[in-house]
Nanobody, 129 residues
Framework: EVQLQASGGGSVQAGGSLRLSCAAS????????VGWFRQAPGKEREGVAC????????FYADSVKGRFTISSDNDANTVFLQMDSLEPEDTAVYYC??????????????????????WGQGTLVTVSS
């Protein structure tokens, strides 16, 4: 059984930082892509960042570029999302998702919900002004 678990959320003031983790288990291969999505109250889920474990390529939404960094600890089967200079607009439930044997070739593709096969339950990030 494939499982993804997102953790590391919390409450911070604007300008603060958080580091989210996405731990994967049950995957039969390390050839997969992992994406981070977020969903704010009353809004649709949107793509934030993505990393390909095959080639190491990363993608970022314009709204977080320069502030968020996605990385992978392959030995621990964990993907991280380092979030710096947080803004109230970043408040949302953050989800991680994974898909095996597929390499995203564009931001638009990496941010498509249907691209991914597995999803975690999400972790809440609250940023106050």
């Amino acid at each position: 059984e494939v499982q993804l678990q997102a953790s590391g959320g919390g409450s911070v003031q604007a300008g603060g930082s958080l580091r989210l983790s996405c731990a994967a288990s049950g995957l039969t291969s390390d050839d997969y892509a992992v994406g981070w999505f977020r969903q704010a109250p009353g809004k649709e889920r949107e793509g934030v960042a993505c990393i390909s474990r095959r080639d190491g390529n990363t993608f970022y939404a314009d709204s977080v570029k320069g502030r968020f960094t996605i990385s992978s600890d392959n030995d621990a089967n964990t993907v991280f999302l380092q979030m710096d200079s947080l803004e109230p607009e970043d408040t949302a439930v953050y989800y991680c998702a994974a898909v095996p044997f597929v390499v995203p070739t564009s931001l638009a593709r990496a941010a498509t919900i249907d691209f991914y096969a597995y999803w975690g339950q999400g972790t809440l990030v609250t940023v106050s002004s």
